[in-house]
């Protein structure tokens, strides 16, 4: 069971009303923003293990900022569960995760949503977003100090080189190197104006690089034991030929998840769906990852 859409649908509704009632001078309905993320905390918790294929399509339907602020949310409830937080902290993570691109409401659009190379003067204005978002959480003491942290600084990195404070180590908030993860993750797989998107498994290539750097070896450790090398939800290409679908991942066997098989290897779909659990079939094994276009080059 996945996200249910009515929830997805409350959720991105919830988003789009908090951009514009700090658009419009107004307060955050911080009652609605909780009420959204204790339903996706509740969600999240039933079907965790499930949960990450339903990322992949709601990017598809909405706009980037709504949708990406949602994902953020739900990958950093899911690494929570994983570092067993109570319910209770888990919707305090979740709506750090929610809000904490809030700032961007204070960038010009041109420079959001620029196809080219940003500039050195555009790349300094986008690095005061967390401040700005930061004190737009200020504005109502009853949103929490967990979340305004999570805006503030969800950009800092291990080493000392993020911003906008240059915080390093211990200095950053347990909560916000989670959101920032989960930031980093779902901006790598996302279709930008000046890049196209990385596949699950290069992605989790590019933030191990970051190790030591961006972030530390525990918190890299702790993502991948959550998401796996193969993400619910990516394909993959076997040494067989065949093409799947991850549908389960293990931790003990992060290269052996389960898997549903979708084409064969001469390219032709399978008339009817089968899994095969790499952990149990030794013969088969993954070469690597596979985009939508796989589907493309059939024939």
Do not use: W
Request: contains cysteine; aromatic residues 6%; hydrophobic residues 35%.
């Amino acid at each position: 069971m996945l996200l249910k859409p009515e929830i997805k649908k409350e959720a991105i509704d919830c988003i789009k009303a908090t951009v514009n009632d700090v658009r419009t001078g107004k307060l955050i309905d911080k009652e609605g923003a909780k009420k959204v993320v204790s339903l996706l905390v509740k969600e999240v918790m039933k079907n965790y293990k499930h949960t990450l294929l339903n990322l992949i399509d709601i990017r598809h339907h909405d706009e980037y900022t709504f949708a990406h602020s949602i994902n953020v949310c739900v990958l950093s409830i899911l690494i929570g569960i994983k570092k067993r937080m109570e319910k209770e902290e888990l919707e305090e993570l979740g709506l750090g995760g929610l809000l904490h691109d809030l700032g961007k409401i204070r960038i010009e659009h041109e420079i959001l949503n620029k196809p080219g190379k940003l500039t050195r003067e555009e790349i300094d204005t986008m690095k005061h977003h967390p401040t700005y978002g930061y004190e737009i959480l200020c504005f109502d003491q009853e949103i929490g100090e967990i979340p305004r942290e999570i805006a503030y600084q969800h950009h800092e990195q291990y080493d000392g080189g993020g911003y906008p404070r240059g915080l390093c180590g211990k200095d950053i908030h347990e909560y916000a190197i989670i959101a920032a993860l989960a930031d980093v993750y779902d901006a790598l797989t996302t279709d930008r104006p000046y890049r196209k998107s990385f596949l699950p498994h290069d992605a989790m290539r590019i933030m191990i690089t970051d190790t030591e750097t961006k972030f530390s070896p525990d918190a890299i450790r702790l993502f991948l034991e959550h998401m796996s090398i193969y993400p619910v939800g990516s394909m993959v290409r076997l040494n067989s030929g065949e093409v799947a679908v991850v549908i389960l991942s293990h931790e003990k066997a992060l290269i052996r998840p389960t898997l549903r098989m979708i084409l064969d290897p001469r390219g032709d779909y399978y008339p009817e769906a089968q899994e095969v659990d790499l952990r149990r079939d030794r013969k088969r094994f993954i070469v690597g990852s596979v985009g939508d276009d796989v589907f493309l080059e059939r024939h």
